[in-house]
């Protein structure tokens, strides 16, 4: 049975209405801010973040905390709003939070950076692949994803090993979109290609009316769509209505349950490419202990968004555990940053002063008959 993203919607308003109720963390507590979409486009994806990450802050307090400290994850919902996002970081801090968690959207992220560097509180595990975030090294960032244009690039290497010659991009016409198709227009120009068709559409009302009889029109072999699962997934849905065979080809941050539901019936064969690796596989100790985690929670099947909460989860309590008992922001950083070779469980990674970028782990699948990701 697949994730219901409604069921959960349902309880985490009702957490939600709790920490309104008691705004700030007991002060035995390590209180984690997580300001991110929990409603809007990006909500699938979040609400399955969230479901891995919360499974293993509930195991780390389930077995008395760190030193003894219990973990509180709190969650604002920004509705994917950028400017939100800021509002609701900065409340955050002042609430006392040691970090924030998982922002949710590159121009959402571009919003905190400031605050970060004002409060000097770390950010872990962003759920956004942008350059940005990468290079130069931010010292208070701390990625645990690939970057999206290592995705780009490696989209285009699967198309040309395909044998796929004609590739047309839509992009969401943000920093997202800009950042990550980078890596496939330099992917394309070494191989002395160029898209057959690269337009770009609103992030805030993103409208496909237009776009689709152009898509038609170049009619390309494959289709790279870059932006949130709810707009990605309703150009999909026109360009099969269309008629339009194109293979259709999306990236990491809409590895998830909920939009391959958004596809419904044109789910079947859409490439997404991961950042880690297969959810089904038993081949790493990573994988097997999120499917144990998981599996406790009845009617929910892991994904690779759950896979990304549950990992950039044990980098943050691994940083926890290292900056000792009643930990600052700054000791926090500090003990983040000296992470090295840190084993996920078969997956390594390794934080210094010049390098902050955590895994480099990229991967392709495709989406089965039965609504499940194939390797």
Same mark, same amino acid.
Not at 38 to 59: C, K, P, S, W
Not at 327 to 338: I, Q, V
């Given at each position: 049975?697949?994730?219901?993203?409604?069921?959960?919607?349902?309880?985490?308003?009702?957490?939600?209405?709790?920490?309104?109720?008691?705004?700030? !963390?007991?002060?035995?507590?390590?209180?984690?801010?997580?300001?991110?979409?929990?409603?809007?486009?990006?909500?699938?994806?979040?609400?399955?973040?969230?479901?891995?990450?919360?499974?293993?802050?509930?195991?780390?307090?389930?077995?008395?905390?760190?030193?003894?400290?219990?973990?509180?994850?709190?969650?604002?919902?920004?509705?994917?709003?950028?400017?939100?996002?800021?509002? =609701?970081?900065?409340?955050?801090?002042?609430?006392?939070?040691?970090?924030?968690?998982?922002?949710?959207?590159?121009?959402?992220?571009?919003?905190?950076?400031?605050?970060?560097?004002?409060?000097?509180?770390?950010?872990?595990?962003?759920?956004?692949?942008?350059?940005?975030?990468?290079?130069?090294?931010?010292?208070?960032?701390?990625?645990?994803?690939?970057?999206?244009?290592?995705?780009?690039?490696?989209?285009?290497?699967?198309?040309?090993?395909?044998?796929?010659?004609?590739?047309?991009?839509?992009?969401?016409?943000?920093?997202?979109?800009?950042?990550?198709?980078?890596?496939?227009?330099?992917?394309?120009?070494?191989?002395?290609?160029?898209?057959?068709?690269?337009?770009?559409?609103?992030?805030?009302?993103?409208?496909?009316?237009?776009?689709?009889?152009?898509?038609?029109?170049?009619?390309?072999?494959?289709?790279?769509?870059?932006?949130?699962?709810?707009?990605?997934?309703?150009?999909?849905?026109?360009?099969?209505?269309?008629?339009?065979?194109?293979?259709?080809?999306?990236?990491?941050?809409?590895?998830?349950?909920?939009?391959?539901?958004?596809?419904?019936?044109?789910?079947?064969?859409?490439?997404?490419?991961?950042?880690?690796?297969?959810?089904?596989?038993?081949?790493?100790?990573?994988?097997?202990?999120?499917?144990?985690?998981? !599996?406790?929670?009845?009617?929910?099947?892991?994904?690779?968004?759950? =896979?990304?909460?549950?990992?950039?989860?044990?980098?943050?309590?691994?940083?926890?555990?290292?900056?000792?008992?009643?930990?600052?922001?700054?000791?926090?950083?500090?003990?983040?940053?000296?992470?090295?070779?840190?084993?996920?469980?078969?997956?390594?990674?390794?934080?210094?002063?010049?390098?902050?970028?955590?895994?480099?782990?990229?991967?392709?699948?495709?989406?089965?008959?039965?609504?499940?990701?194939?390797?």
């Amino acid at each position: 049975m697949l994730f219901s993203p409604s069921r959960f919607l349902r309880r985490v308003a009702l957490a939600t209405c709790v920490s309104l109720i008691f705004p700030a !963390a007991a002060s035995a507590d390590i209180l984690i801010g997580h300001p991110a979409g929990v409603t809007g486009a990006v909500a699938a994806g979040v609400q399955e973040n969230l479901i891995g990450a919360r499974a293993v802050f509930d195991a780390v307090n389930a077995q008395g905390g760190v030193h003894g400290q219990r973990i509180v994850l709190r969650t604002l919902d920004d509705g994917f709003k950028p400017e939100k996002t800021a509002e =609701l970081a900065r409340q955050l801090i002042d609430e006392g939070a040691v970090a924030l968690f998982m922002t949710r959207g590159t121009p959402n992220t571009e919003a905190v950076l400031p605050l970060l560097k004002a409060a000097k509180v770390p950010l872990v595990g962003p759920a956004t692949g942008a350059s940005q975030l990468h290079n130069p090294v931010n010292r208070f960032v701390f990625n645990v994803r690939s970057s999206y244009q290592a995705e780009t690039t490696r989209v285009v290497e699967h198309i040309r090993l395909m044998g796929l010659e004609r590739l047309a991009i839509v992009q969401v016409d943000d920093s997202f979109g800009r950042d990550a198709v980078q890596g496939a227009l330099a992917a394309l120009q070494r191989i002395g290609k160029a898209p057959v068709l690269h337009e770009t559409y609103n992030r805030d009302k993103p409208d496909f009316s237009a776009l689709v009889p152009l898509i038609v029109k170049a009619d390309p072999q494959a289709v790279l769509f870059i932006g949130s699962s709810a707009p990605i997934a309703e150009a999909i849905t026109q360009l099969r209505q269309a008629g339009h065979s194109a293979q259709a080809i999306t990236l990491s941050n809409n590895a998830s349950a909920g939009f391959i539901k958004a596809l419904g019936p044109h789910a079947r064969g859409v490439v997404v490419s991961q950042v880690f690796p297969w959810e089904r596989s038993q081949r790493t100790s990573f994988v097997r202990d999120a499917q144990a985690m998981v !599996a406790k929670q009845p009617g929910v099947t892991l994904t690779q968004a759950m =896979l990304e909460g549950v990992a950039a989860a044990k980098v943050l309590v691994e940083g926890l555990h290292r900056a000792g008992r009643n930990p600052t922001r700054e000791g926090l950083r500090d003990a983040l940053e000296g992470l090295n070779h840190f084993d996920l469980g078969g997956l390594t990674l390794s934080y210094g002063p010049q390098d902050h970028s955590g895994l480099r782990f990229v991967d392709i699948a495709i989406i089965d008959r039965e609504g499940h990701f194939r390797r």
